[in-house]
């Protein structure tokens, strides 16, 4: 990882690190930052090719405490190498989640905006600026909406 004029730059390797044969990084903000509710946006440039999964998304703080799913996840957005024009946002729960995906022609090319409108009521996810899924709160049960935690 690197930043070079104000950018920061995640990127693979074909390195054998510790016994692989690619190896690549990431950012944990566990311990360290932990919000509830308001909006997150990252703008970003994605890479493409087989074998890439990059990824934008978000744990619950307690996930030590509860596990996953129970802690609750946001992926902001995936994008698998084997399908390079889909642009894929979820929320996996352990009860039904929502799921949704748009084509982006050559994703890869230019950076894109990523959101997420997160409110005591709702869920949205936008991708450039435009609303992509929305997931209106289902339940007050912890285990089912984990979404009132951080």
Request: charged letters at 25%; proline letters at 7%.
């Amino acid at each position: 990882m690197r930043v070079n004029k104000g950018n920061l730059s995640i990127n693979a390797r074909q390195d054998g690190f510790d016994g692989h044969d690619v190896s690549s990084g990431s950012i944990h903000t566990h311990g360290k930052f932990d919000f509830k509710y308001g909006y997150v946006e990252v703008k970003a440039k994605i890479p493409t090719g087989k074998g890439t999964w990059p990824a934008i998304w978000m744990l619950g703080s307690y996930i030590d405490k509860v596990g996953w799913p129970t802690c609750g996840e946001i992926d902001i957005m995936e994008n698998v190498g084997m399908d390079p024009e889909k642009v894929h946002f979820n929320i996996p729960l352990k009860g039904p989640g929502k799921g949704s995906n748009i084509t982006v022609p050559k994703a890869w090319d230019d950076f894109h905006t990523y959101g997420l409108e997160w409110t005591p009521t709702y869920l949205r996810v936008y991708f450039d600026g435009k609303q992509t899924l929305e997931f209106p709160k289902t339940s007050d049960k912890p285990e089912l909406w984990p979404f009132d935690e951080k």
